[in-house]
């Protein structure tokens, strides 16, 4: 292979080297003792050298030098493991360059001009090996070349795609392509002789959106600080929307200082994108919303087949996602019919005989004796072996697992054949603390122990049994467990509201969050044990708000409740640091206290902070806040006429957030909120996005006339007290319909009228009129609106960084701006194209900072010391480039500087330094240029052998004088 020109010594290199072939100018070596027959001595040395070194050190057998006639330094620019790899790179530069070598005069150029070329094929491998991932090669290397031609960035910044369209500057459109790379988008325009480029970096953009004019019938709009551009007459509009959606948000997740957003392994190494990889990858993301995945799930095969559904006594058609510990089916149309199984709960996937009514069967039987018919399976034979690999993996770690749990039961309790005493690891004081806290935790849940102390507890009861013979009946039809289906009975089932007495076990059901029980077993105790004593700041914060939640339920009066809701915080505080607690978790984790055993509320939690609301918990909210900027576009696309009427929908919005960081619990009644509770752990987020809709809808006409945003929130408040405080009454002793649904012969409509409260009419409601909005609809507005989100908090840490630093410093506001720009661009550079090295000190040097008393906004931006001297050239008031000792005075500079030592300088150090340089007096400047020839600026380790290095200064005067007052 060809490689990037490296300097030999030749006198040395003849010494491990045999020479086979040579030239004037090349030389094609072997390594001393390959292939020799003979046990020549210096041979077998070179050859044990190579075999003891790893196979990171080891040298290829074979390699080709540049040679200059004259010279002792070579050049290593070709090697290979087999002679004829090396042969063909000796015959091409034979044939292609030896004779344009013999016409150079000077000789020096001979050795610059093949170094080059060999940098060039080294690319031209590279653009190879990258076009050979794409559907159409050649097309894609002849673009990439255009790429590298016209704009000029570095190598390893790497192109994902390209699309040909127009921009629009007024109302001329330029014909040319729009390059999509891993950090810009550029687009290059030649028409009539004019040239018209420009490079855009996914760092600037702050909107992205599709818009329609009289003369675009439909166009792309990105929209940056400085001005905006329109993109249109793509061949497939939806897919370029849609890819540059994904690299501004991957881009800004990865480049701004997103606490809290994690991204794929695949995207953060942005070498290995490709549009095929941002194809899997969105897929992916609407697989785990749809199904509440782990956030760690990896979708593994996606194929087309039916499923027999015995509830409808057919095959329904649709999708199978296979995952690394799920198998997912869902319906053609989103939420008819859904179905997922757990590979836990998984016996055997094998296949059956093929008929012409059932082609290519697949039987899945699951712990349950129950059985999943899947048909209609392309390559077949290939995905039950994919499924039982993983299988067995999986059943191997459980088995594993329990080993080593019957292991540490068997240490706590010692056989009784033995008579003399031995450590066992545990006190029985440690032993019995242990088991008290594990009944503890696996008590019944708190609604169990305070029901009868709530008023109304027992005027529901004849409604509460209703509901629990429909769903008796369900589950007889549907099955019971996370493996049934879900279709649209269960989804009235739940709007009805489900029974105080299953509504546990459901929550675990719908989340899934049973099957992360099942897998880690004792984990919540243990968690809870290292939790215990330790005091921090999210320790601090939940024991500000315990007090806080649910106040006026008795099972939050009591030392009991409170215990446990301390303990489900405090553990999930210790498992995920990264969030730890934030606010509204507290009246999530005492609800699912209510209903479900203390780790199952844990586990629950988890579900919600982690899979079901992604990105909601966290410093700045973020999750929450994009889904807000979604909301305001779902109202103006749903709700134009109250769009229309209220231009400004952020107020809205502001009520509305609320809604969604609490499932509507701080806003409804306790009654009715748990309702909505009910829907959110069968819908997911969408099930608030429709709820909200149909909130704003009931009271389009008030809030269309509301003059302020008081008066909004008084109208939405009154009419959310309303809905939850008009409860049903209690039903006949005998309802109408009772008799059949009971006997199995019933159906959701032969409940009595009684039974629906105003909730559940407003949460029908909200299904008739929003349901067509599906899951993947939001996940594309989340992936745009995320963009505007990020770079909304990116305008507030300017905002509160500039006005942190102006106290301090004289420089004009407009003019500090412009140096934080300045300074956050060489940041992004950095990011950009910089290796995994610096990266790796970025990182363990954000959390240096993370223990340091700096504020989050003095240490939002920092600068190493290459960066800090490639901005020193800019902007010191001297010649940078004619000074001699511009490099010496630079690195103290930094040293003087970076007062922590952690070898980073800050925004505010920077910019004090440079309001130093440019507005203070005289003598503060002179003091500044002193300080750099002493110690910490002047260090020993400086390798400079300037005469700054050892500054002359007089010893027979004083440094300072101190002159007499007059």
Same mark, same amino acid.
């Given at each position: 292979m060809w490689l990037n020109p490296e300097e030999v010594l030749l006198k040395n290199a003849l010494k491990l080297w045999v020479t086979e072939r040579s030239n004037d100018f090349f030389l094609l070596q072997r390594r001393r003792g390959h292939g020799e027959s003979t046990g020549k001595i210096t041979g077998l040395l070179v050859g044990a050298l190579d075999t003891v070194l790893d196979s990171n050190a080891r040298v290829t057998p074979f390699r080709i030098l540049l040679q200059v006639p004259g010279s002792q330094i070579s050049w290593v620019i070709a090697s290979g493991a087999a002679i004829e790899e090396v042969n063909k790179h000796w015959d091409w530069l034979v044939h292609n360059l030896l004779h344009s070598l013999s016409v150079f005069e000077n000789k020096e150029d001979v050795a610059s001009f093949v170094r080059g070329k060999v940098k060039g094929l080294i690319a031209e491998e590279v653009r190879g090996r990258q076009a050979a991932q794409e559907e159409d090669p050649e097309k894609f290397r002849e673009a990439l070349l255009k790429f590298e031609l016209h704009f000029g960035l570095p190598s390893s910044e790497k192109l994902v795609t390209y699309y040909s369209c127009c921009c629009w500057k007024g109302r001329v459109p330029r014909q040319g392509f729009l390059y999509l790379s891993i950090n810009h988008m550029a687009f290059y325009s030649f028409l009539l002789g004019k040239e018209v480029k420009f490079v855009i970096p996914w760092a600037d953009v702050t909107r992205l959106e599709r818009v329609s004019t009289g003369l675009m019938t439909e166009a792309i709009r990105v929209s940056t600080r400085q001005r905006q551009r329109e993109f249109s007459m793509f061949l497939n509009l939806d897919e370029a929307f849609g890819v540059i959606g994904q690299l501004a948000d991957i881009a800004l997740r990865r480049l701004l200082d997103s606490e809290g957003l994690e991204l794929?392994?695949?995207?953060?190494?942005?070498?290995? %994108? =490709?549009?095929r990889i941002l194809e899997e990858q969105a897929l992916r993301e609407y697989v785990l919303a749809l199904f509440r995945l782990p956030r760690g799930e990896q979708l593994h095969e996606v194929v087309s087949c039916s499923v027999w559904t015995p509830h409808a006594r057919c095959h329904t058609a649709g999708t199978l996602y296979t995952t690394d510990s799920y198998l997912c089916f869902s319906s053609r149309e989103e939420g008819n019919c859904i179905l997922l199984i757990p590979l836990s709960e998984v016996l055997s996937i094998e296949k059956a005989e093929s008929t012409s009514l059932l082609p290519n069967p697949v039987i899945v039987s699951i712990r349950t004796k129950k059985a999943f018919q899947l048909i209609e399976l392309q390559d077949r034979d290939e995905l039950v072996e994919s499924l039982n690999s993983r299988l067995r993996t999986l059943h191997w770690k459980q088995s594993m697992f329990r080993g080593k749990r019957e292991g540490?039961? &068997? /240490? +706590? @309790?010692?056989?009784?054949?033995?008579?003399?005493?031995?450590?066992?690891?545990?006190?029985?004081?440690? !032993? #019995?603390?242990?088991?008290?806290?594990?009944?503890t935790v696996n008590s019944e849940a708190l609604m169990t122990a305070f029901h009868q102390n709530q008023p109304g507890a027992n005027g529901n009861k004849s409604m509460e049994q209703v509901k629990e013979r429909l769903w008796d009946d369900h589950f007889s039809e549907f099955g019971r467990g996370v493996h049934m289906f879900r279709t649209e009975k269960i989804q009235r089932l739940v709007a009805m509201g489900i029974p105080e007495s299953l509504r546990?076990? /459901?929550? *675990?059901?719908?989340?899934?969050? @049973? @099957? !992360?029980?099942?897998? $880690?077993?004792?984990?919540? =105790?243990?968690?809870?044990? #290292?939790? *215990?004593?330790? @005091?921090? /700041?999210?320790?601090?914060?939940?024991?500000?708000?315990?007090?806080? &939640?649910?106040?006026?339920?008795?099972?939050?009066?009591?030392?009991?409740?409170?215990?446990?809701?301390?303990?489900? /915080?405090?553990?999930?505080? $210790? +498992?995920?640091? #990264? %969030?730890?607690?934030?606010? &509204? *978790?507290? %009246?999530?984790?005492?609800?699912?206290l209510l209903y479900a055993k203390e780790e199952e509320a844990f586990w629950l939690l988890v579900a919600v902070c982690e899979r079901m609301l992604p990105d909601y918990f966290n410093r700045r909210v973020i999750g929450a806040q994009v889904d807000q900027s979604v909301f305001e576009e779902l109202i103006r696309e749903r709700l134009p006429e109250l769009a229309e009427h209220v231009p400004d929908l952020s107020s809205l919005s502001s009520v509305s957030l609320s809604w969604f960081l609490t499932l509507f619990l701080s806003v409804l009644p306790f009654h009715s909120a748990v309702c909505v509770v009910d829907c959110f752990f069968f819908h997911g987020i969408k099930a608030i996005f429709q709820l909200g809709l149909a909130v704003l809808e009931a009271n389009a006409a008030q809030l269309s006339a509301s003059t302020d945003d008081g008066q909004a929130l008084m109208i939405l408040t009154s009419f959310l007290d309303q809905v939850g405080s008009e409860e049903s009454s209690s039903p006949p002793s005998s309802p109408p319909g009772a008799q059949e649904s009971g006997s199995g012969g019933g159906d959701i409509t032969d409940i009595p009228a009684v039974v629906h409260t105003n909730i559940t009419d407003l949460i029908n409601e909200s299904y008739e009129k929003f349901g067509d909005l599906t899951v993947r609809q939001i996940e594309r507005l989340r992936c745009r609106h995320r963009v505007q989100v990020l770079q909304a908090h990116e305008d507030t840490t300017k905002e509160n960084a500039l006005r942190l630093v102006a106290p301090d410093v004289s420089i004009p506001p407009e003019n500090l701006a412009d140096v934080y720009d300045l300074f956050k661009t060489e940041h992004l550079i950095s990011l950009y194209w910089g290796d995994s090295a610096s990266a790796a000190a970025a990182e363990a040097a954000a959390w240096h900072y993370s223990d340091s008393g700096r504020s989050y906004m003095e240490r939002q931006y920092r600068l190493d010391r290459p960066q800090f001297k490639s901005l020193y050239g800019l902007l010191v008031p001297w010649p940078g480039g004619s000074n001699q000792h511009t490099d010496t005075v630079a690195n103290r500079t930094f040293t003087l500087l970076d007062q922590d030592c952690d070898n980073l300088v800050t925004f505010r150090e920077f910019a004090v330094w440079l309001d130093t340089l440019y507005c203070e007096e005289l003598n503060e400047k002179v003091r500044l240029l002193y300080r750099l020839h002493i110690p910490p600026a002047l260090t020993e380790s400086e390798d400079d052998p300037a005469v700054m290095k050892s500054p002359l200064l007089s010893t027979n005067r004083p440094l300072h004088v101190n002159l007499p007052s007059v």
């Open positions: 794929d392994r695949v995207l953060q190494q942005p070498t290995r %994108i =490709t549009k540490r039961r &068997s /240490l +706590r @309790s010692p056989t009784p054949y033995y008579t003399f005493y031995y450590d066992t690891g545990y006190s029985d004081e440690e !032993e #019995k603390e242990e088991q008290v806290l594990r009944n546990g076990e /459901l929550w *675990m059901t719908l989340s899934d969050a @049973s @099957s !992360e029980l099942e897998s $880690h077993q004792c984990y919540y =105790t243990c968690l809870v044990q #290292k939790s *215990m004593g330790h @005091s921090n /700041l999210a320790t601090e914060e939940i024991e500000r708000d315990l007090h806080r &939640s649910l106040p006026d339920h008795p099972a939050f009066q009591n030392p009991t409740g409170i215990a446990a809701l301390r303990r489900v /915080l405090t553990a999930y505080a $210790h +498992r995920n640091p #990264k %969030i730890g607690y934030c606010q &509204s *978790m507290n %009246i999530l984790a005492s609800v699912l």
